[in-house]
């Protein structure tokens, strides 16, 4: 598939990016093949292929989220700037 000057400019200006003419030819050559290339991935066929997250194998190691108390409130209220009983107080931002 081939990428016109036309179309690296208009991605460029979507990008807010300002590129010279040498550069428009680099980027052309680039994306097409890029282009390219995913076109002959997508004649692979993948209909028996499961979805895959990693090839490593790894599983999720994070604990479960299980609610619990937590003793350090009011170290943490001292910290506050302003403070309402056991809550922060801020500034209202909403009218």
């Not at 004649?43 to 479960?64: C, F, Q, Y």
Request: proline share 4%.
């Amino acid at each position: 598939m081939s990428v016109s000057d036309a179309e690296v400019r208009k991605i460029a200006k979507l990008a807010r990016l300002r590129l010279s003419d040498d550069e428009v030819v680099l980027y052309r050559g680039q994306m097409t093949k890029i282009l390219d290339a995913m076109s002959e991935l997508a004649k692979a066929d993948t209909k028996n292929v499961s979805p895959t997250i990693s090839v490593l194998g790894e599983v999720n190691v994070m604990r479960d989220d299980e609610p619990r108390v937590f003793e350090g409130r009011e170290a943490l209220l001292d910290n506050a700037p302003h403070r309402d009983g056991p809550y922060f107080k801020v500034k209202k931002v909403l009218e």
